[in-house]
């Protein structure tokens, strides 16, 4: 598997939150930067969604024939607050992802290979707090 991530409206930079908690967290954040699904280098599989429903946005539709997934988690470039409280924001992100993100890894293969089941285990985590 290779996971990319990209946006429909980049904002030129990845937050320093975002880098700082990741090398916290023993991730390799070199070569990280802001970019546009429309420059990904190939077509993915899945997409899925993290654009908060809660907060307000509006989740920007990927055109392609992909298989399609929300996951949505608040926005915690948004946070407001306390350093304290922003830095709350990012560790929650972070762990609600990291969750589901190994809940993926662990399906089983055969699961991986069945359209209508794998859209199915991709809701459940989604739900994933």
Known sequence: ???MSAGSHPTGEVHPRSI???ER?????ED????????????PDIVITVCSNAAGETCPAYLGNVLRAHW?????AK?????????AAF??????LRKRI???????????AVKDQLQHQLKLIGEIE
């Open 25 to 29: 967290e023993g991730i390799a954040t």
């Open 20 to 22: 700082a908690l990741l």
């Open 32 to 43: 990280y930067y802001s970019k546009s699904w429309d420059n990904l280098p190939v077509t």
């Open 1 to 3: 598997m290779r996971a």
């Open 72 to 76: 949505g988690v608040d926005d915690p």
């Open 79 to 87: 946070a407001t607050g306390t350093d304290a409280e922003i830095d």
């Open 91 to 96: 560790i929650k992100a972070y762990s609600i």
């Open 102 to 112: 190994e809940a993926f890894l662990a399906l089983p293969p055969d699961t991986l």
